[in-house]
């Protein structure tokens, strides 16, 4: 991703955040570590804390790059009310803008989407805390 690209990006966990008391994050690494992508996720998930938010309500987008892998986990607080097809067709969703290199793109897709499902069931409250960065992180 560009320097551009990834101000893009969060801009966009900003926007998403700012009406929920939901986290949003994006890891980007090389290579997946494990065998299957989804226990990367965890893994990362655990590692940057945001299983800790107050809420549960985590959404981690992780990304795999040179490996070409993507997951999206999202924490038990807001896992437990999303429609059940939601991870599914968000991955769908990134997928597309994944296939014509549109990274930036699909990411933001997917982070409009979480943040959506957020606000929805985890509305901006007037104690909220911006509990993880917004930025980036790497691998």
């Not at 494990?34 to 893994?43: G, I, P, T, Y």
């Not at 997928?95 to 014509?100: I, L, M």
Request: proline content about 1%.
């Amino acid at each position: 991703l560009t320097d551009e690209q990834q101000k893009q990006i969060v801009a966009t966990i900003k926007a998403a955040e700012k009406n929920t008391s939901g986290e949003v994050k994006v890891h980007i690494e090389a290579n997946c570590t494990s065998d299957e992508v989804l226990d990367r996720a965890k893994e990362v998930f655990f590692n940057l804390g945001m299983h800790r938010t107050e809420r549960r309500n985590g959404v981690l987008f992780y990304v795999a790059t040179e490996d070409r892998k993507f997951a999206i986990l999202g924490d038990e607080g807001i896992d437990a009310v999303v429609p059940d097809d939601f991870w599914q067709t968000t991955r769908d969703l990134m997928r597309k803008h994944f296939q014509k290199a549109e990274y930036a793109e699909g990411l933001s897709a997917g982070i409009q989407l979480a943040g959506q499902q957020l606000q929805a069931y985890f509305p901006y409250q007037d104690d909220d805390t911006n509990e993880l960065s917004d930025d980036i992180s790497f691998g």
